[in-house]
């Protein structure tokens, strides 16, 4: 990790910056030989230079290659299992609602409090990057994930389930963080778009391919084996890790600001559970003013938050650093990243409907249906990650963009008697769009920031994503329902209210996807600024 803002000195006024870094100056990264990336801090557009007394270790050297690779591959593959579970659940809550002797509603609290917990934690994640090493937490992580899951699988009761996800989610929680943190420690800036694009795997292929796997073994056995199965894969995880994992950060005495704590949880945990009720149809007026007391509380807390960062940024203390922000870069990858998530949630939750509920195939017929996106989307990204680093983010991003757009236009065409091979081809391509714009959005957006901030960048990377994720399902289950009934009670039948109602909700997500087009054209690749040459003491 960097050294403290007020242990730097400014960069020497014979810095010569590459021709690249002029283009965006305000995004550059501050670069010695490819090992001085920890050692930099940006504040305000400035780019400052570490003293030699407080110069990270040079974790990207050749003979720290294979431990790094390693690492790597580890923290993927734990991160891959533990975002599998967050959608693993969707297709088994009709099973848990026979099982169980409970209604939907409080079966919806078993994916609520799930995404509740990934709220509150994940803010917090900035400083535990930086306040303890990466061992540590990948153990605490993937303990916390093993203790949870093992405690579902043998849940005598509703209550114990919930309480089994929130401890699920709080391992869940810390590994992408995690995981993006030490990537984009340990990994050039050259090589980032291949080894980002098997981060993509992790976040879009992952939760795309949790209700085939959960349908596939919900048609044979029984619920528990959802937990059963994935367990003793996250203990194999754990143990490998505890052996493998080494420490490629170095841990900073930072102090945790528990108002801050308080402010997120109130803020991003109120905003979460509110849009998690915007689909509740059955619930009556309590339903409704529970919604918007909870929209409210979580836009106020959300306002203090911020506030809040702002100041104690001054003094290097902020839970979320938002100077990251000042990145125009990073600041456009965001907001790409929020649209693309909440497209992949909403289509996630809205397809499956539609094919259960209007084309009335079964659960595994549903999960083997949407499986192959899920496949396009992994074995493109590897590759769209190389071309990354060939050509940049726009060339793929732009594309990309287009495609999904495109989709979910078509989308809003859907009838009663649309053919389950179109929606399998549509599915496809919305998944090449999307594999065309993750990989290049994360490299770009986590590269443009200063290495200090990767840890609060990697945070907020993954805050925007449960926010995304829940407002994009939020509003498509809302419009999906209103839109139904309204046509229910026009006369129409079942089969054509649900169809009419899932075409009103991909009309939704195609004027939304229009905005990603847009900023798709406005993203561009990091560049770096060359320090002179032995500006660093090793």
Request: aromatic letters at 8%.
């Amino acid at each position: 990790m960097s050294a403290p803002v007020d242990t730097v000195e400014r960069v020497t006024e014979n810095t010569s910056p590459a021709p690249e870094a002029l283009a965006d100056p305000a995004s550059a990264d501050l670069r010695v030989d490819g090992s001085a990336a920890d050692a930099a801090v940006r504040d305000g557009g400035t780019t400052r230079q570490a003293s030699p007394a407080h110069t990270a270790p040079d974790f990207t050297a050749p003979d720290h290659t294979k431990r790094n690779n390693r690492v790597i591959w580890l923290l993927l593959s734990a991160t891959f299992v533990v975002i599998l579970n967050e959608t693993i659940m969707s297709v088994a809550i009709p099973t848990l609602i026979d099982d169980l002797k409970i209604d939907a509603l409080a079966a919806q609290w078993l994916s609520t409090a799930f995404m509740l917990t990934m709220a509150v934690v994940i803010p917090i994640t900035g400083f535990l990057l930086q306040r303890f090493s990466t061992r540590s937490i990948f153990i605490a992580a993937m303990s916390l994930f093993s203790i949870g899951t093992l405690t579902a699988a043998l849940a005598p009761g509703f209550a114990v389930l919930v309480g089994a996800r929130v401890i699920q989610a709080s391992g869940t929680a810390i590994m992408l963080p995690l995981l993006m943190t030490t990537l984009m420690t340990l990994v050039p800036a050259n090589k980032r778009g291949r080894t980002m694009g098997n981060v993509s795997i992790v976040i879009s292929v992952a939760p795309a391919i949790g209700p085939t796997i959960s349908g596939f073994i919900l048609n044979y056995l029984d619920w528990r084996w959802i937990f059963l199965i994935v367990l003793p894969i996250a203990v194999v995880m754990l143990l490998i890790g505890i052996k493998f994992v080494e420490n490629v950060t170095e841990p900073e005495k930072v102090k945790l600001d528990v108002f801050s704590v308080i402010l997120s949880a109130f803020g991003f945990g109120g905003l979460l559970y509110g849009l998690s009720q915007t689909g509740v149809t059955d619930g009556g007026a309590g339903t409704s003013v529970v919604l918007w007391v909870s929209l409210g509380v979580g836009v106020l807390s959300l306002a203090g938050f911020i506030v809040r960062q702002l100041l104690l940024q001054r003094q290097n203390r902020a839970l979320l650093d938002l100077r990251t922000f000042r990145s125009r870069i990073f600041t456009v990858a965001i907001v790409l990243m929020a649209i693309s998530t909440a497209s992949l949630f909403g289509v996630i939750i809205i397809l499956p409907l539609y094919l259960q509920h209007v084309l009335h195939l079964d659960t595994l017929a549903t999960g083997l249906l949407l499986l192959p996106g899920g496949i396009v989307m992994g074995v493109m990204a590897p590759f769209v990650g190389r071309l990354y680093d060939r050509f940049g983010p726009r060339v793929l991003v732009v594309p990309g963009a287009i495609i999904v757009s495109v989709v979910l236009w078509a989308l809003t065409l859907v009838t009663d008697h649309t053919s389950p091979y179109l929606i399998l081809a549509a599915h496809v391509g919305f998944s090449v769009g999307l594999a065309l714009m993750f990989t290049p959005l994360f490299t770009a957006g986590l590269g443009a920031v200063t290495p200090h901030l990767y840890s609060h960048a990697s945070a907020i990377v993954g805050t925007v994503q449960q926010v995304a994720g829940a407002a994009g399902t939020a509003l498509l289950i809302a419009i999906f329902s209103a839109h139904t009934a309204t046509l229910v009670a026009a006369g129409e039948s079942v089969d054509q209210a649900t169809a009419g109602g899932v075409s009103m909700a991909f009309l939704a997500a195609a004027i939304i996807s229009l905005f990603a087009v847009v900023g798709s054209f406005f993203i561009s690749k990091p560049a770096d600024v060359i320090a002179p040459e032995g500006a660093f003491a090793h």
